[in-house]
């Protein structure tokens, strides 16, 4: 439903009715049509057939009619880079929760269900892309897993991405992380570059700079997401990289960019969500948030709109959308407000989005993605670090997955370095759950503000191993033994019990329940965080990045305290 296919298309008709010779199949009836090229907005009829736009500026006859009298019509959003995993629900369950939002078209690297279960992970996010209303296009998971310092569910090679190169719903290569291991020239690396040169290939070079950014490009890389500076993403604009302005759950890298992007930039720059939960998204929105929130910084509109349209499309290579024009997909948001971008109505590939259009998809299953999690049983002992002088310290600061290195003086007991509330110091641990090794890693993190108890998640970027932080070690082990019990989520424990919990069982990442059970579980386990002393707005996602060897500057896996600076362990 989401896309025409060759064997559908019916040229007869879309010429038939955009010269007027014949009924189309929807016509928008008197809607301000705003352009991306120029910024006008003009009153006009718009005219659909076979999912495509046929005809504009000038008036027409549909089979199906909409008034659409002090409405203003923008192409439909792109999101061009996410992980649908992030939003803790199914693909159909997102696009369910998303797609209201006016995001009609997502570009997602499925690199974190790849980080549990492989090849049969994306197969499972092809599939459901077929079934999607929304167009959900994916670019294949090029690190899997992103180093060789933790343990992952599944190893991804060149001869294990092929198969699914020429596959309909492909663009091409995710995000390279592994980004020393392109400039060092690594022959599994550069495999996979090389089969991906005649496509895009998504890229992800966090303070990468100077000449070591120009060897990273020079290996055919042609996006980023992971700049958080004016200046960082300036110096890669002037090198030819296309920006995806960020703003998610955690990494919100809006307020921050804003400045760049104008008249000059806005074909060259995109936005992206990367990782963004359900409670976010009824609370603040999706792309749209990002747009009105861009507009609010001064920033013109047919900029904006350009980004999260046009600009979005042909940087990935969809020349069928992004502009309201005669020949192209009918992904249309109805507006409200233009400035405020407040969504009426939204229209996918043609069809205007409905509950029972939602409620007509065929159904994927999932049963074969469960019973992931196979961790050991823990104890308090097994949270234990030794004592040493100056022990490094992972910092955390919100709205960050970027993360101090930090050296503290703790204090001990009988030998063992313990947390230290005074410097807001508790402990994290990470332990291994794909049923491998075993391992533990164990360390310190600042930043939560926790003045008691503990909080896990089996969302772990990016192996997904279970990620645990608390002051009290019984606590962790209490929240990690659940996790494995309920095979995966997130859980909080105060005092020996278990508080709140958020089962995920779908490859230990997602949900099987709707989107909007999801939000209320959310809410109930960010209170019962913040009730804990967290200080963290988003605390569940803060603590899955907090196991990320491919960020600067300190994280932690399950072989223990990670130098991304160093790519080597502390």
Same mark, same amino acid.
Request: net charge negative; glycine share 8%.
């Given at each position: 439903?989401?896309?025409?296919?060759?064997?559908?298309?019916?040229?007869?008709?879309?010429?038939?009715?955009?010269?007027?010779?014949?009924?189309?199949?929807?016509?928008?009836?008197?809607?301000?049509?705003?352009? =991306?090229?120029?910024?006008?907005?003009?009153?006009?009829?718009?005219?659909?057939?076979?999912?495509?736009?046929?005809?504009?500026?000038?008036?027409?006859?549909?089979?199906?009619?909409?008034?659409?009298?002090?409405?203003?019509?923008?192409?439909?959003?792109?999101?061009?880079?996410?992980?649908?995993?992030?939003?803790?629900?199914?693909?159909?369950?997102?696009?369910?929760?998303?797609?209201?939002?006016?995001?009609?078209?997502?570009?997602?690297?499925?690199?974190?269900?790849?980080? =549990?279960?492989?090849?049969?992970?994306?197969?499972?996010?092809?599939?459901?892309?077929?079934?999607?209303?929304?167009?959900?296009?994916?670019?294949?998971?090029?690190?899997?897993?992103?180093?060789?310092?933790?343990?992952?569910?599944?190893?991804?090679?060149?001869?294990?991405?092929?198969?699914?190169?020429?596959?309909?719903?492909?663009?091409?290569?995710?995000?390279?992380?592994?980004?020393?291991?392109?400039?060092?020239?690594?022959?599994?690396?550069?495999?996979?570059?090389?089969?991906?040169?005649?496509?895009?290939?998504?890229?992800?070079?966090?303070?990468?700079?100077?000449?070591?950014?120009?060897?990273?490009?020079?290996?055919?890389?042609?996006?980023?997401?992971?700049?958080?500076?004016?200046?960082?993403?300036?110096?890669?604009?002037?090198?030819?990289?296309?920006?995806?302005?960020?703003?998610?759950?955690?990494?919100?890298?809006?307020?921050?960019?804003?400045?760049?992007?104008?008249?000059?930039?806005?074909?060259?720059?995109?936005?992206?969500?990367?990782?963004?939960?359900?409670?976010?998204?009824?609370?603040?929105?999706?792309?749209?948030?990002?747009?009105?929130?861009?507009?609010?910084?001064?920033?013109?509109?047919?900029?904006?709109?350009?980004?999260?349209?046009?600009?979005?499309?042909?940087?990935?290579?969809?020349?069928?959308?992004?502009?309201?024009?005669?020949?192209?997909?009918?992904?249309?948001?109805?507006?409200?407000?233009?400035?405020?971008?407040?969504?009426?109505?939204?229209?996918?590939?043609?069809?205007?989005?409905?509950?029972?259009?939602?409620?007509?998809?065929?159904?994927?299953?999932?049963?074969?993605?469960?019973?992931?999690?196979?961790?050991?049983?823990?104890?308090?002992?097994?949270?234990? =670090?030794?004592?040493?002088?100056?022990?490094?310290?992972?910092?955390?600061?919100?709205?960050?997955?970027?993360?101090?290195?930090?050296?503290?003086?703790?204090?001990?007991?009988?030998?063992?370095?313990?947390?230290?509330?005074?410097?807001?110091?508790?402990?994290?641990?990470?332990?291994?759950?794909?049923?491998?090794?075993?391992?533990?890693?164990?360390?310190?993190?600042?930043?939560?503000?926790?003045?008691?108890?503990?909080?896990?998640?089996?969302?772990?970027?990016?192996?997904?191993?279970?990620? =645990?932080?608390?002051?009290?070690?019984?606590?962790?082990?209490?929240?990690?033994?659940?996790?494995?019990?309920?095979?995966?989520?997130?859980?909080?424990?105060?005092?020996?019990?278990?508080?709140?919990?958020?089962?995920?069982?779908?490859?230990?990442?997602?949900?099987?329940?709707?989107?909007?059970?999801?939000?209320?579980?959310?809410?109930?386990?960010?209170?019962?965080?913040?009730?804990?002393?967290?200080?963290?707005?988003?605390?569940?996602?803060?603590?899955?990045?907090?196991?990320?060897?491919?960020?600067?500057?300190?994280?932690?896996?399950?072989?223990?305290?990670?130098?991304?600076?160093?790519?080597?362990?502390?």
């Amino acid at each position: 439903m989401n896309s025409t296919s060759p064997d559908t298309v019916d040229l007869t008709s879309r010429i038939a009715s955009g010269k007027g010779a014949q009924a189309a199949d929807l016509v928008l009836k008197n809607i301000g049509l705003f352009s =991306v090229i120029d910024g006008s907005v003009t009153n006009t009829d718009i005219a659909i057939t076979d999912g495509i736009i046929v005809g504009t500026h000038d008036t027409y006859e549909g089979r199906q009619e909409i008034d659409c009298t002090g409405k203003i019509a923008v192409p439909g959003f792109i999101d061009t880079h996410l992980h649908i995993e992030s939003s803790l629900v199914t693909p159909l369950e997102f696009d369910r929760c998303v797609l209201p939002h006016g995001v009609t078209t997502v570009i997602c690297d499925p690199h974190e269900i790849a980080n =549990v279960h492989g090849a049969k992970g994306i197969q499972f996010f092809l599939d459901s892309a077929l079934k999607s209303i929304m167009d959900i296009r994916v670019n294949l998971p090029s690190c899997v897993p992103a180093t060789a310092f933790e343990t992952s569910g599944a190893q991804l090679e060149i001869e294990d991405l092929l198969p699914f190169k020429d596959h309909p719903k492909v663009i091409g290569l995710a995000e390279f992380m592994n980004f020393p291991g392109v400039l060092n020239a690594d022959e599994k690396a550069l495999a996979k570059l090389d089969a991906f040169q005649s496509g895009h290939i998504d890229g992800h070079a966090p303070l990468v700079t100077g000449k070591a950014l120009n060897g990273y490009l020079s290996a055919g890389i042609r996006t980023d997401h992971e700049a958080t500076s004016a200046q960082e993403a300036r110096e890669k604009l002037s090198k030819g990289m296309t920006i995806l302005i960020r703003e998610g759950s955690v990494s919100k890298d809006l307020d921050a960019l804003a400045p760049v992007l104008g008249p000059d930039t806005s074909s060259f720059m995109c936005l992206c969500t990367d990782d963004r939960n359900p409670l976010d998204i009824a609370e603040e929105g999706h792309l749209d948030s990002m747009i009105r929130r861009l507009i609010a910084h001064g920033i013109p509109a047919k900029d904006v709109y350009r980004a999260a349209s046009w600009s979005a499309a042909m940087t990935f290579g969809l020349k069928d959308r992004g502009l309201l024009a005669p020949g192209w997909r009918a992904d249309i948001v109805l507006l409200d407000d233009l400035e405020g971008c407040d969504v009426a109505t939204v229209i996918a590939g043609g069809h205007v989005v409905s509950d029972a259009v939602f409620a007509a998809r065929e159904s994927v299953s999932f049963g074969h993605l469960k019973n992931s999690v196979h961790a050991p049983e823990t104890s308090p002992s097994s949270f234990e =670090v030794e004592w040493k002088s100056d022990l490094p310290v992972i910092g955390v600061k919100a709205g960050l997955i970027l993360t101090e290195h930090v050296r503290a003086e703790l204090p001990s007991v009988d030998g063992k370095a313990v947390c230290d509330l005074s410097q807001d110091i508790v402990k994290v641990a990470v332990v291994e759950r794909h049923g491998k090794n075993g391992n533990i890693g164990c360390g310190f993190v600042s930043g939560f503000g926790l003045q008691r108890g503990a909080i896990a998640s089996s969302v772990g970027h990016d192996s997904h191993n279970i990620c =645990v932080v608390g002051v009290d070690e019984a606590d962790m082990a209490v929240a990690v033994n659940r996790l494995r019990d309920i095979q995966g989520g997130f859980a909080v424990v105060d005092d020996g019990k278990v508080v709140a919990e958020l089962a995920l069982p779908i490859a230990g990442l997602m949900s099987d329940q709707p989107f909007e059970d999801v939000r209320h579980a959310l809410e109930h386990l960010r209170e019962r965080a913040f009730a804990l002393g967290c200080t963290l707005p988003e605390p569940f996602l803060q603590v899955a990045f907090l196991p990320l060897p491919v960020i600067p500057h300190l994280k932690i896996t399950d072989f223990g305290i990670f130098d991304v600076d160093r790519f080597a362990l502390a």
